[in-house]
């Protein structure tokens, strides 16, 4: 069984930052993409930002130059730091795993429950 659990969430005024951290465990055999997903309410689910195995990265328009992905692939980790951080922001942010496990052949996409980022103004 394999669970991606994130944390980090919180309320953080306009301008601020916050980090967030995804963790994936479990009967792990590989993993490869990972990802940074959020919706907000009465909104469809966006990518933020994405990262390959080796660390190629690609954001949304939206949060580039503020949002930055990073992964600790012996540690199964991806985070996201987001600085100068605006009301906009506001969703629920879930983490995304590529995971192909000790007993399939194939891989598999895994989602977190999400953690909550509140900015306010």
């Known amino acids: 069984q394999v669970q991606v659990v994130e944390s980090g969430g919180g309320l953080v005024q306009a301008g601020g930052s916050l980090r967030l951290s995804c963790v994936a465990s479990g009967s792990i055999f590989s993993i490869n993409d990972m990802a940074w997903y959020r919706q907000a309410p009465g909104k469809q689910r966006e990518m933020v930002a994405h990262s390959t195995y080796g660390g190629i990265t690609k954001y949304a328009d939206s949060v580039k130059d503020r949002f930055t992905i990073s992964r600790d692939n012996p540690k199964n980790t991806v985070y996201l730091q987001m600085n100068s951080l605006k009301p906009e922001d506001t969703a629920n942010y879930y983490c995304?795993?590529?995971?192909?496990?000790?007993?399939?052949?194939?891989?598999?996409?895994?989602w977190g429950q999400g953690t909550q980022v509140t900015v306010s103004s």
């Open positions: 995304n795993a590529q995971i192909k496990d000790w007993y399939g052949s194939s891989w598999l996409d895994y």
